[in-house]
């Protein structure tokens, strides 16, 4: 039903900035959260940045707090992540996701539907 594409990774130095972009499609509602996912080579896929369709709330990682930033444009549907001050521990491969209706978007459990990722890879 709801259909998500992550664009915008890539290769960037230390130190330096990368917007991703999370475009939504199919059945979604204004009630629905939204939220930034990573997984790292061997790691488990983590939370990283959350935030309420319909409001401006917002929720980030410690990992990440200070340096990232979410965002949405209702206009365009689409959710954002900037990144700033990226670090090398930042590269990961990086999920938007759709939260079940009335979820915290913070857990992986409480999302239902997943993009494909979009890879970031920051070098030192």
């Known amino acids: 039903q709801v259909q998500l594409v992550e664009s915008g990774g890539g290769l960037v130095q230390a130190g330096g900035s990368l917007r991703l972009s999370c475009a939504a499609s199919?059945?979604?509602?204004?009630?629905?959260?939204m939220g930034w996912f990573r997984q790292a080579p061997g790691k488990e896929r983590e939370f990283v940045a959350a935030?309420?369709?319909?409001?401006?709330?917002?929720l980030y990682a410690d990992s990440v707090k200070g340096r990232f930033t979410i965002s949405r444009d209702s206009a365009k549907n689409t959710v954002y992540l900037q990144m700033n001050s990226l670090k090398p521990e930042d590269t990961a491969v990086y999920y938007c996701?759709?939260?079940?209706?009335?979820?915290?978007?913070?857990?992986?459990?409480?999302?239902?539907?997943w993009g494909k990722g979009t890879l970031v890879t920051v070098s030192s």
């Open positions: 996701a759709q939260a079940k209706s009335g979820t915290i978007p913070t857990i992986r459990a409480n999302m239902d539907y």
């Open positions: 199919g059945r979604t509602f204004s009630s629905y959260a």
């Open positions: 935030i309420s369709w319909g409001g401006g709330n917002t």
